[in-house]
């Protein structure tokens, strides 16, 4: 298997950031780590090896980023406004200066797909529903989807969190432009309903009921009360669902 790590300092995030990449070809996929995760996160819980042969027959490529939680959603010490703006840098890190980096690995005109597990899960679809013109869907395992979540539940009018939740903008959400691209994009969220998968339970319930009333096909699984919140089932769940998509 190919694997490279790469390291820059990040203009948008006044800081290092690192990335490993597996693989030589294929479907890009970006990986976001869990909660304060690292780059070494997924290959560290056996998710590289899960979707080994996909990566050996060249059918996906992933390509594993940092996160800065720690600086943003999980800091208790900043405000809800600044723990969104935080966020924001990371946004403007990851879609100028990550998605560049994949496509000099890929075809220029390749879309990424998002994928991650719990805090990655949250992520992979706050960046798919954000930029679809960017990302043509996500793979998400146990997220999170309304980000009020990590802020003790404010309920503050700031532009910077409504926009940061996807829970809050996709039931307002009528733009065409966004549903015909969120409609020809592959959208698999899934998650299990055994111990530590009850807040995940209900919003992957809401983002259900939001995505069918639009009409914006999608894969949405429950999985059964066996089905904990952990990585021996991200292990089986991340290889099931690329089975689907490619075989």
């Known amino acids: 298997m190919n694997v490279e790590y790469h390291k820059w300092w990040s203009r948008s995030l ?3 950031m690192e990335i490993k990449v597996y693989g030589y070809s294929g479907q890009p996929f970006i990986v976001f780590p869990t909660s304060s ?3 070494y996160d997924f290959e560290d819980n056996g998710m590289v090896d899960a979707a080994e042969r996909f990566i050996r027959e060249g059918k996906i490529k992933l390509f594993c980023v940092d996160s800065i939680d720690a600086q943003s959603w999980d800091n208790t010490q900043k405000s809800p406004e600044e723990k969104a703006r935080r966020h924001n840098d990371y946004d403007q890190y990851i879609i100028s200066e990550v998605v560049p980096f994949i496509k000099t690995h890929c075809a220029a005109n390749a879309q990424i797909m998002c994928t991650g597990v719990s805090m990655g899960a949250s992520h992979s679809v706050l960046f798919f529903f954000k930029h679809p013109d960017v990302f043509n869907g996500t793979i998400a395992l146990s997220g999170i989807y309304n980000f009020r979540f990590f802020l003790n539940g404010y309920q503050g009018n700031s532009l910077d969190i ?3 939740s996807p829970l809050d903008f996709l039931p307002n959400l009528n733009d065409e432009w966004y549903l015909d691209k969120y409609r020809k994009s592959a959208i698999v969220i899934c998650v299990g309903q055994g111990a530590w998968e009850e807040p995940m339970i209900s919003d992957t319930a809401r983002i259900k009921e939001i995505l069918e009333s639009k009409n914006i096909p999608c894969i949405i699984d429950f999985w059964g009360h066996d089905v904990n919140h952990d990585w021996p089932w991200w292990r089986i769940q991340f290889p099931y669902f ?3 998509l490619y075989g």
Request: hydrophobic fraction near 15%; proline fraction near 0%.
């Open 37 to 39: 995760g690292r780059f």
């Open 14 to 16: 006044g800081q290092d």
């Open 242 to 244: 690329l089975e689907k």
């Open 162 to 164: 409504y926009y940061n």
